[in-house]
Nanobody, 125 residues
Framework: VQLQASGGGLVQAGGSLRLSCLASGRTFSRIIMGWFRQAPGKEREFVAAISWNGGSTSYADSVKGRFSISRDNIKKTAYLQMNTLKPEDTAVYYC???????????????????WGQGTLVTVSS
């Protein structure tokens, strides 16, 4: 699976951004998609995940109510809509694919075998 993330940039606090992750190389509708982020000097952390058909989602507590994950299986693309951004959301955001046979959401980075290149999101105060 190849993943290409895009959509990062510089935004003021309170603003919005939408990240995209284009996948290729495997049946997209049978892949759990996740978003993780890594801030400078910190470990990579889970942000959100979405099931095969988008019917189930999971979020980190820090982004609940502000971020929304979705997917378009026809376009083979996953999205992360980020609203009400805060300076502490500043990080490199990575999309990831879990290709295990079970349609179970996971927050563990080790369960995701494929990763995009990352896209930088900077939120100014």
């Amino acid at each position: 699976v190849q993943l290409q993330a895009s959509g990062g940039g510089l935004v003021q606090a309170g603003g919005s951004l939408r990240l995209s992750c284009l996948a290729s190389g495997r049946t997209f509708s049978r892949i759990i998609m996740g978003w993780f982020r890594q801030a400078p000097g910190k470990e990579r952390e889970f942000v959100a995940a979405i099931s095969w058909n988008g019917g189930s989602t999971s979020y980190a507590d820090s982004v609940k109510g502000r971020f929304s994950i979705s997917r378009d299986n026809i376009k083979k693309t996953a999205y992360l809509q980020m609203n009400t951004l805060k300076p502490e959301d500043t990080a490199v955001y990575y999309c990831a694919a879990n290709v295990e046979a079970r349609n179970i959401l996971t927050k563990t980075s080790g369960d995701y075998g494929y990763w995009g290149q990352g896209t930088l999101v900077t939120v100014s105060s």
